[in-house]
């Protein structure tokens, strides 16, 4: 089976920068992918690595470590938009995606 | 604009009555999936159709079945839809191919009272 382990719940100050690790087990993997997800609203792409290394994409950055099975999304100058849950999200060999349960971030003014 | 299309946004049905959620697509893709997704949960896989062809996940209920009439539609019927059934209901589509991104609909909220 799959195992994503990500932090439930993180506060952090508008402006400040924001670490969300993500870990995993899985039986294969084939890209690590991470989603935005605001209250009751559909998830939203945000980045996607299957290399080693940072991807940076304006304020967000991720970071993939395949020999330790670890992520992590980077999310700078924090805006109050920025509120949301952030899923973590493994795909183990075709194309199917096994989730996290999600980080929820809150960003206080 | 809207690539993934559900309808409705909001579904009230009654403990044990039929209901049917659909969802559309306007990108072509080849995969068309369903997951489950209940409070502060990750989304939970129930099936996905590739093409035509149908993919039941290992412990999705048999209350839930899927329906794929072409291309652009796909439909999650609930048979008896129960209490522990309410949740967010996500459609997601993608190409198929092995380094492809999931697209997903707003969802559906399904209230059983």
């Known amino acids: 089976g799959q195992n994503i382990d990500q932090p439930t719940e993180m506060t952090a100050t508008e402006g400040a920068i924001v670490q969300i690790n993500c870990t995993y087990q899985?039986?294969?993997?084939?890209?690590l992918f991470w989603y935005q997800q605001h209250a009751g609203e559909a998830p939203t792409f945000l980045s996607y690595?299957?290399?080693?290394g940072l991807e940076e994409k304006g304020r967000f950055s991720s970071f993939l470590s395949r020999s330790k099975g670890y992520s992590y999304l980077l999310l700078k100058e924090l805006q109050m938009k920025d509120s949301a849950s952030y899923l973590c999200?493994?795909?183990?060999?075709?194309?199917?995606?096994?989730f996290g349960a999600g980080t929820t971030v809150t960003v206080r003014a | 604009d809207a690539m993934v299309i559900q309808n409705p946004r909001y579904q009230v049905t009654q403990f044990g009555k039929p209901v049917t959620l659909s969802c559309s697509q306007t990108?072509?893709?080849?995969?068309m999936y369903w997951y489950q997704q209940k409070s502060s949960q990750a989304p939970k896989l129930l099936f996905h159709?590739?093409?035509?062809?149908?993919?039941n996940e290992a412990d999705t209920p048999d209350n839930f079945q899927s329906r794929r009439p072409n291309t652009s539609f796909c439909f999650l019927d609930i048979r008896s839809p129960g209490l522990g059934d309410a949740a967010m209901y996500l459609c997601?589509?993608?190409?198929?191919?092995?380094?492809?991104?999931?697209?997903f609909g707003p969802g559906t909220r399904l209230t059983v009272l």
């Open positions: 997601a589509t993608s190409r198929g191919g092995e380094t492809d991104t999931q697209y």
């Open positions: 899985t039986s294969g993997f084939n890209g």
């Open positions: 690595n299957v290399l080693d």
């Open positions: 999200a493994v795909r183990d060999g075709d194309y199917k995606l096994s």
């Open positions: 990108l072509n893709h080849n995969v």
């Open positions: 159709y590739y093409d035509k062809d149908f993919n």
